[in-house]
Protein backbone atom coordinates (compact mmCIF):
# COMPACT_ATOMS: atom_id res chain seq x y z
CA UNK A 1 0.00 0.00 0.00
CA UNK A 2 0.84 3.49 -0.73
CA UNK A 3 1.94 5.78 1.72
CA UNK A 4 2.95 9.23 1.78
CA UNK A 5 3.07 11.10 5.56
CA UNK A 6 3.55 14.71 6.20
CA UNK A 7 4.72 16.00 9.26
CA UNK A 8 5.99 19.75 10.30
CA UNK A 9 3.57 22.40 9.80
CA UNK A 10 2.99 24.50 11.86
CA UNK A 11 2.35 28.56 12.59
CA UNK A 12 5.41 30.69 11.47
CA UNK A 13 6.31 34.17 11.91
CA UNK A 14 7.49 35.82 8.41
CA UNK A 15 10.70 35.51 8.08
CA UNK A 16 10.79 32.53 10.10
CA UNK A 17 12.31 28.46 9.08
CA UNK A 18 10.41 25.53 9.35
CA UNK A 19 11.08 22.18 7.96
CA UNK A 20 8.61 19.83 6.32
CA UNK A 21 9.09 15.88 6.32
CA UNK A 22 7.00 12.95 4.32
CA UNK A 23 7.35 10.01 5.14
CA UNK A 24 7.19 7.45 2.05
CA UNK A 25 6.93 3.50 1.92
CA UNK A 26 9.77 1.80 0.85
CA UNK A 27 8.44 0.80 -2.73
CA UNK A 28 7.51 4.21 -3.70
CA UNK A 29 10.65 5.86 -2.49
CA UNK A 30 13.14 4.18 -4.27
CA UNK A 31 11.35 3.98 -7.54
CA UNK A 32 10.14 7.61 -7.41
CA UNK A 33 11.00 10.74 -8.06
CA UNK A 34 9.58 12.62 -4.70
CA UNK A 35 8.07 16.49 -4.37
CA UNK A 36 5.65 18.91 -2.64
CA UNK A 37 2.80 20.45 -4.00
CA UNK A 38 1.18 23.67 -2.11
CA UNK A 39 -2.40 24.33 -2.11
CA UNK A 40 -3.60 28.12 -0.93
CA UNK A 41 -7.06 28.86 -0.39
CA UNK A 42 -8.46 30.23 -3.66
CA UNK A 43 -5.45 30.00 -5.84
CA UNK A 44 -4.20 27.09 -8.05
CA UNK A 45 -2.44 24.21 -7.08
CA UNK A 46 1.39 24.57 -7.82
CA UNK A 47 4.56 22.77 -7.32
CA UNK A 48 7.25 23.91 -5.07
CA UNK A 49 10.11 21.65 -5.38
CA UNK A 50 11.01 18.10 -6.73
CA UNK A 51 13.63 15.84 -6.74
CA UNK A 52 14.65 12.68 -8.70
CA UNK A 53 16.24 9.68 -7.25
CA UNK A 54 19.14 10.77 -8.26
CA UNK A 55 19.17 13.76 -6.71
CA UNK A 56 18.28 16.03 -9.49
CA UNK A 57 16.16 18.81 -8.12
CA UNK A 58 13.53 21.16 -9.80
CA UNK A 59 11.66 24.20 -7.96
CA UNK A 60 8.81 27.08 -8.53
CA UNK A 61 10.57 30.34 -8.92
CA UNK A 62 8.75 31.85 -6.34
CA UNK A 63 10.80 29.88 -3.78
CA UNK A 64 14.41 29.59 -5.39
CA UNK A 65 16.83 30.22 -2.75
CA UNK A 66 14.74 30.22 0.07
CA UNK A 67 13.32 26.38 -0.06
CA UNK A 68 15.37 23.23 -0.20
CA UNK A 69 14.55 19.55 -1.22
CA UNK A 70 16.44 16.45 0.09
CA UNK A 71 15.73 12.79 0.48
CA UNK A 72 17.19 10.61 2.76
CA UNK A 73 17.35 7.25 1.34
CA UNK A 74 17.59 5.47 4.79
CA UNK A 75 15.01 6.72 6.42
CA UNK A 76 12.73 6.84 3.38
CA UNK A 77 11.90 10.09 3.81
CA UNK A 78 12.06 13.72 1.54
CA UNK A 79 12.51 17.12 3.12
CA UNK A 80 11.35 20.78 2.26
CA UNK A 81 13.22 23.08 4.40
CA UNK A 82 12.24 26.43 3.91
CA UNK A 83 13.48 29.58 4.76
CA UNK A 84 12.90 33.49 4.72
CA UNK A 85 9.04 32.21 5.10
CA UNK A 86 6.43 35.08 3.23
CA UNK A 87 2.87 35.95 4.27
CA UNK A 88 2.29 34.17 0.53
CA UNK A 89 4.09 30.68 1.69
CA UNK A 90 0.86 30.14 3.46
CA UNK A 91 -1.04 26.43 2.17
CA UNK A 92 -1.53 23.09 2.85
CA UNK A 93 1.70 21.44 1.75
CA UNK A 94 1.25 18.19 -0.10
CA UNK A 95 4.14 15.18 -0.43
CA UNK A 96 4.24 13.66 -3.89
CA UNK A 97 5.46 10.24 -5.25
CA UNK A 98 6.58 10.12 -9.27
CA UNK A 99 5.66 13.12 -12.26
CA UNK A 100 9.19 14.99 -12.04
CA UNK A 101 9.63 15.18 -15.80
CA UNK A 102 5.56 14.87 -16.94
CA UNK A 103 4.53 17.66 -14.17
CA UNK A 104 1.83 15.21 -12.61
CA UNK A 105 2.69 12.99 -9.64
CA UNK A 106 1.30 9.98 -9.78
CA UNK A 107 0.80 9.80 -5.31
CA UNK A 108 -0.29 12.09 -2.89
CA UNK A 109 -0.31 12.62 0.56
CA UNK A 110 -2.87 14.02 2.69
CA UNK A 111 -1.29 17.65 3.44
CA UNK A 112 0.15 19.55 6.30
CA UNK A 113 -0.99 23.40 7.20
CA UNK A 114 1.77 25.62 6.64
CA UNK A 115 0.71 29.16 8.09
CA UNK A 116 3.05 32.27 8.27
CA UNK A 117 1.85 35.29 10.06
CA UNK A 118 2.82 38.10 12.77
Known amino acids: QVQLVESGGSLVQPGGSLRLSCAASGSIFSRYSMGWYRQAPGKQREMVAA???????NYADSVKGRFAISRDKAKNTVYLQMNSLKPEDTAVYLCTAGGYYSGTPRYWGRGTQVTVSS
Open 51 to 57: ITTGDST
